[in-house]
């Protein structure tokens, strides 16, 4: 895979070759010709999805849970931190060290919960798309019962759908009115919402809640009143543990296990179907560039029903790592972090930027021989990086370098973003403070998440690698926006794609469907790529998100925003623009600490700052 590749047109040497453009095959009128990843063996590029999998690879993620509960029973699985029945010294609560669930007990409670669901007849079928569904709905942050739920479905080929902390009222009831469900596992906060929605006449066919934790009186009362019937979580799985049910089914590859719904920013969310050879196509492609060893530890905050996090999930199931799961408080990543101490470290630009911000205020702000020792320190390892791309220092990391790993643990070794771009300068700022390798990957929820992701050994940035084995990439000109496959000195397009990977269409809407997919089948990303000769690609644009002012400016506010968010004093940036105007603009949530900060140091009043 390292190979000597000429320079392109912006002068960089890329040592990495990651794919290739087809020669066998004509490009199609309006498109680039295939690229597909040096990896691929030619003889699958018509037909990616019957490439072999890896040595004892299966054919479900239910079988690769199985296969660590048999051969590491007792190893540790999924880590909670408990809450502590004692606040702190500020009246907030807090949580003690990671208990940890091993493979067998997640396997016996998963087994339980699965039964209990039948049992209790919490999933009836519904007739939907001309085929019978059993639906379950989870909404609840990351954690132990979240993943037990998935894993107790895949057992009777129950269709998970997650619901995000931000969806609002009139989204969930879409989603769960489109499913037809009749049952929502979650915990106590969300259950008041849902009591709360269906008062209001919302979600009618909404009869049972599963409860993660201790349910009070008055939510029971709440509930009988909407005829709702309240199960706790423990309950469930101790009926399931005496309840004679059919027998458990082994799910076939291209089973729908769970549906990722959009965000809805643009009209109703879309149920994006992901099967279990569409999330393990893009998961098995993963530990190629990621490999980890066995009982090392990835933490889990990101939303686990985005396919980002499932393709995650089945990473560590293939991989065997340890799962901990953080409190549920994202202020608190850093300190969960520093309990876990985690191996495999994923996370978005957001929190990179913001973790990036506080590196370098730390940096700045030093003073004296302390100030003199990290700067010295930075100034090194940053001329070393640009000379041959060695992030490490003998001297360096131990005397300065260590303070700033353990604000992750210590013993991060891989560290990989996505969902959003990164600026380079972040990125590279990262992997000299860590120590460690930060890799940018690509994909989309329709596309299971992982579709591009850079190479470990890359020591150039600024792209997000090249196409993973489970897809192959096309570009479509788009010369509205002077975009074409044409273009010197790179070819440029809005990226399509095609492979196992990618899903098979939204749940009940062959409309969205069909607008998702060109004539060919092609998935159209919306997004526009530029690829370098080595098979990397940059995302430079959205052909679907931007708008005219009325002087006739493009306006591209998702690179704004980004831009903004890497600002210390800024905690959330939105940008709002009307074509009937000539200027745009933004509501601005200001970091509370950063500000503060400023105004002590600048002698300045906070509520005239404000």
Same mark, same amino acid.
């Given at each position: 895979?390292?190979?000597?590749?000429?320079?392109?047109?912006?002068?960089?040497?890329?040592?990495?070759?990651?794919?290739?453009?087809?020669?066998?095959?004509?490009?199609?009128?309006?498109?680039?010709? &295939?690229?597909?990843?040096?990896?691929?063996?030619?003889?699958?590029?018509?037909?990616?999805?019957?490439?072999?999998?890896?040595? *004892?690879?299966?054919?479900?993620?239910?079988?690769?849970?199985?296969?660590?509960?048999?051969?590491?029973?007792?190893?540790?699985?999924?880590?909670?931190?408990?809450?502590?029945?004692?606040?702190?010294?500020?009246?907030?609560?807090?949580?003690?060290?990671?208990?940890?669930?091993?493979?067998?007990?997640?396997?016996?409670?998963?087994?339980?919960?699965?039964?209990?669901?039948?049992?209790?007849?919490?999933?009836?079928?519904?007739?939907?798309?001309?085929?019978?569904?059993?639906?379950?709905? /989870?909404?609840?942050?990351?954690?132990?019962?979240?993943?037990?739920?998935?894993?107790?479905?895949?057992?009777?080929?129950?269709?998970? /759908?997650?619901?995000?902390?931000?969806?609002?009222?009139?989204?969930?009831?879409?989603?769960?009115?489109?499913? &037809?469900?009749?049952?929502?596992?979650?915990?106590?906060?969300?259950?008041?919402?849902?009591?709360?929605?269906?008062?209001?006449?919302?979600?009618?066919?909404?009869?049972?809640?599963?409860?993660?934790?201790?349910?009070?009186?008055?939510?029971?009362?709440?509930?009988?009143?909407?005829?709702?019937?309240?199960? !706790?979580?423990?309950?469930?799985?101790?009926?399931?543990?005496?309840?004679?049910?059919?027998?458990?089914?082994?799910?076939?590859?291209?089973?729908?296990?769970?549906?990722?719904?959009?965000?809805?920013?643009?009209?109703?969310?879309?149920?994006?179907?992901?099967?279990?050879?569409?999330?393990?196509?893009?998961?098995?492609?993963?530990?190629?560039? @990621?490999?980890?060893?066995?009982?090392?530890?990835?933490?889990?905050?990101?939303?686990?029903?985005?396919?980002? &996090?499932?393709?995650?999930?089945?990473?560590?199931?293939?991989?065997?790592?340890?799962?901990?799961?953080? !409190?549920?408080?994202?202020?608190?990543?850093?300190?969960?972090?520093?309990?876990?101490?985690?191996?495999?470290?994923?996370?978005?630009?957001?929190?990179?930027?913001?973790?990036?911000?506080?590196?370098?205020?730390?940096?700045?702000? @030093?003073?004296?021989?302390?100030?003199?020792?990290?700067?010295?320190?930075?100034? !090194?390892?940053?001329?070393?990086?640009?000379?041959?791309?060695?992030?490490?220092?003998?001297?360096?990391?131990?005397?300065?370098?260590?303070?700033?790993?353990?604000?992750?643990? *210590?013993?991060?070794?891989?560290?990989?973003?996505?969902?959003?771009?990164?600026?380079?300068?972040?990125?590279?700022?990262?992997?000299?403070?860590?120590?460690?390798?930060?890799?940018?990957?690509?994909?989309?929820?329709?596309?299971?998440?992982?579709?591009?992701?850079?190479?470990?050994?890359?020591?150039?940035?600024?792209?997000?690698?090249?196409?993973?084995?489970?897809?192959?990439?096309?570009?479509?000109?788009?010369?509205?926006?002077?975009?074409?496959?044409?273009?010197?000195?790179?070819?440029?397009?809005?990226?399509?794609?095609?492979?196992?990977?990618?899903?098979?269409?939204?749940?009940?809407?062959?409309?969205?469907?069909? &607008?998702?997919?060109?004539?060919?089948?092609?998935?159209? !990303?919306?997004?526009?790529?530029? /690829?370098?000769?080595?098979?990397?690609?940059?995302?430079?644009?959205?052909?679907?998100?931007?708008?005219?002012?009325?002087?006739?400016?493009?306006?591209?506010?998702?690179?704004?925003?980004?831009?903004?968010?890497?600002?210390?004093?800024?905690?959330?940036?939105?940008?709002?623009?009307?074509?009937?105007?000539?200027?745009?603009?933004?509501?601005?949530?200001?970091?509370?600490?950063?500000?503060?900060?400023?105004?002590?140091?600048?002698?300045?009043?906070?509520?005239?700052?404000?």
């Amino acid at each position: 895979m390292v190979q000597a590749n000429p320079e392109g047109g912006d002068g960089i040497r890329r040592h990495i070759q990651y794919a290739t453009f087809r020669k066998d095959k004509p490009a199609a009128t309006g498109y680039s010709a &295939e690229l597909i990843s040096n990896r691929v063996d030619p003889k699958f590029y018509d037909n990616m999805g019957e490439q072999p999998v890896e040595a *004892g690879g299966c054919d479900n993620i239910l079988q690769y849970f199985k296969r660590n509960v048999q051969e590491r029973p007792n190893e540790p699985f999924l880590g909670t931190r408990p809450l502590m029945e004692q606040p702190d010294a500020h009246g907030k609560p807090q949580h003690g060290e990671y208990e940890w669930k091993s493979f067998a007990e997640v396997g016996r409670l998963a087994e339980n919960f699965a039964k209990g669901m039948l049992h209790l007849n919490l999933t009836p079928e519904v007739e939907g798309e001309g085929k019978m569904w059993r639906f379950i709905g /989870v909404w609840a942050k990351n954690r132990w019962e979240w993943t037990n739920t998935l894993l107790a479905c895949m057992h009777f080929n129950i269709t998970t /759908v997650g619901f995000y902390d931000a969806q609002s009222a009139e989204q969930v009831d879409y989603i769960i009115q489109q499913t &037809e469900m009749t049952t929502v596992t979650c915990t106590i906060d969300y259950a008041k919402k849902l009591i709360d929605m269906k008062k209001k006449g919302m979600i009618p066919k909404l009869s049972n809640l599963v409860v993660m934790g201790d349910v009070d009186t008055g939510v029971l009362q709440s509930a009988q009143e909407q005829q709702i019937d309240v199960h !706790t979580y423990g309950s469930v799985c101790s009926q399931g543990e005496t309840a004679q049910t059919a027998p458990f089914v082994n799910p076939d590859k291209h089973d729908v296990y769970i549906f990722s719904y959009t965000s809805g920013t643009t009209g109703d969310p879309k149920g994006v179907k992901l099967s279990h050879f569409n999330i393990l196509s893009a998961a098995r492609n993963s530990i190629v560039r @990621a490999p980890m060893l066995p009982g090392e530890t990835m933490i889990s905050y990101l939303p686990f029903t985005h396919s980002f &996090e499932q393709a995650l999930f089945s990473f560590t199931l293939i991989q065997k790592l340890r799962v901990g799961f953080y !409190t549920g408080d994202p202020a608190k990543i850093v300190e969960d972090c520093s309990k876990l101490q985690p191996n495999f470290f994923p996370s978005v630009p957001r929190l990179y930027n913001r973790i990036y911000s506080k590196l370098q205020a730390g940096i700045t702000s @030093a003073t004296g021989c302390k100030g003199w020792l990290a700067t010295r320190a930075m100034n !090194t390892k940053q001329a070393n990086y640009a000379q041959n791309g060695a992030y490490t220092h003998g001297c360096w990391d131990s005397l300065v370098f260590k303070k700033m790993r353990a604000l992750l643990g *210590g013993n991060v070794r891989i560290m990989v973003t996505g969902s959003a771009p990164i600026e380079k300068q972040v990125i590279d700022y990262i992997k000299i403070c860590f120590s460690c390798p930060l890799v940018e990957g690509y994909g989309l929820t329709e596309s299971s998440a992982g579709s591009c992701l850079m190479d470990l050994e890359d020591t150039v940035t600024g792209h997000v690698g090249g196409p993973m084995e489970s897809i192959k990439i096309r570009l479509k000109d788009l010369p509205e926006m002077n975009y074409t496959s044409a273009d010197k000195p790179y070819p440029r397009g809005e990226i399509c794609m095609a492979g196992p990977s990618i899903f098979s269409g939204y749940y009940k809407r062959p409309d969205k469907t069909a &607008e998702a997919f060109d004539a060919e089948g092609w998935f159209l !990303t919306g997004d526009v790529g530029m /690829v370098f000769p080595n098979g990397s690609i940059k995302i430079i644009d959205r052909s679907k998100n931007i708008f005219k002012l009325s002087q006739g400016e493009y306006i591209a506010p998702e690179k704004i925003e980004q831009i903004m968010s890497m600002s210390p004093f800024i905690a959330q940036f939105f940008q709002y623009g009307d074509s009937f105007k000539n200027c745009c603009v933004a509501v601005i949530v200001p970091e509370e600490e950063a500000i503060k900060k400023w105004a002590r140091e600048n002698s300045k009043c906070i509520r005239v700052v404000c």
